[in-house]
């Protein structure tokens, strides 16, 4: 997927002080040896385990190429595993330098903590198991599961207005819904939807993306970070420019 870099980058300026927070700053993680870096797991293809329970994947690989721009070295890096609701808390709590965990660049999210430039361009897709479903405009008047209360269902309304769409608790209710043929698609987050095709043979994701969500790189807030966020949103942008990003987008089979 394809982003105008340079336009978020205005929106990255005007972050409000509001919290307090207490994560390294730049000169600390250099005195300590390594960085330490909030995930996720069970996230595939962003960041997964592996056959041998080592911790992969497209998020993985940006936290190493991070250590390695700060140390030269990509193994000097710590990664603390949290669940999604403690991915701000982590960098908030003084659990993790930075957290590179799927989370979405917002307004409301950058009242807490800083963002480098965006890394990726996530956003809404549509996974089904009939490959005759091969186009939005096939899928009206089709059963669509989607997360209760999530901006995705806005979106879908819009774009397939005949649609009957199914709330759904989870994600896991929506792939045992999809597996039986309880609906005909699921609507979600296309990085979701991508792992979901890699894990299980026979799905398609629909190739429109509903909506654009950019995957950012959160950090602490305080001139005391300055130089942090500045290494960082200098990095993130030379991995753009070298293609180095896109390439390891495209290794881990996102769109």
């Known amino acids: 997927?394809?982003?105008n870099w340079l336009g978020f980058?205005?929106?990255?300026g005007a972050q409000l002080a509001v919290f307090p927070v207490f994560a390294a700053d730049l000169e600390t993680i250099r005195d300590r040896g390594h960085l330490v870096v909030a995930v996720r797991e069970g996230w595939r293809p962003l960041s997964f385990r592996d056959a041998n329970g080592?911790?992969?994947?497209f998020e993985i690989d940006?936290?190493?190429e991070l250590a390695a721009a700060i140390f030269a070295d990509p193994e000097a890096i710590e990664f603390t595993v949290v669940p999604n609701r403690d991915r701000l808390p982590a960098v908030l709590e003084d659990r993790a330098d930075v957290a590179i965990a799927g989370l979405t660049l917002s307004s409301a999210r950058q009242r807490l903590?800083?963002?480098?430039p965006p890394y990726y361009l996530d956003g809404a897709g549509v996974l089904v198991r009939?490959?005759?479903f091969h186009s939005l405009t096939t899928l009206q008047r089709r059963?669509?599961?989607v997360l209760q209360g999530a901006s995705t269902i806005a979106v879908v309304r819009y774009l397939l207005p005949q649609a009957v769409l199914t709330p759904l608790a989870s994600y896991q209710e929506a792939f045992d819904r999809l597996s039986t043929g309880q609906i005909d698609g699921f609507a979600g987050d296309v990085t979701v939807l991508t792992g979901w095709q890699q894990d299980h043979s026979g799905y398609y994701l629909v190739p429109t993306v509903l909506s654009a969500e950019p995957l950012a790189i959160a950090l602490p807030k305080g001139?005391?970070?300055?130089?942090l966020r500045r290494l960082i949103g200098h990095t993130v942008t030379q991995w753009h420019q070298s293609g180095w990003l896109e390439d390891r987008a495209t290794f881990w089979g996102l769109p």
């Open 1 to 3: 997927m394809q982003l």
């Open 9 to 12: 980058g205005l929106v990255l």
């Open 54 to 57: 080592e911790l992969v994947g």
């Open 62 to 64: 940006i936290a190493r």
């Open 113 to 116: 903590v800083s963002f480098s």
């Open 130 to 132: 009939d490959p005759q």
């Open 143 to 145: 059963r669509l599961g």
């Open 223 to 227: 001139t005391q970070y300055t130089e």
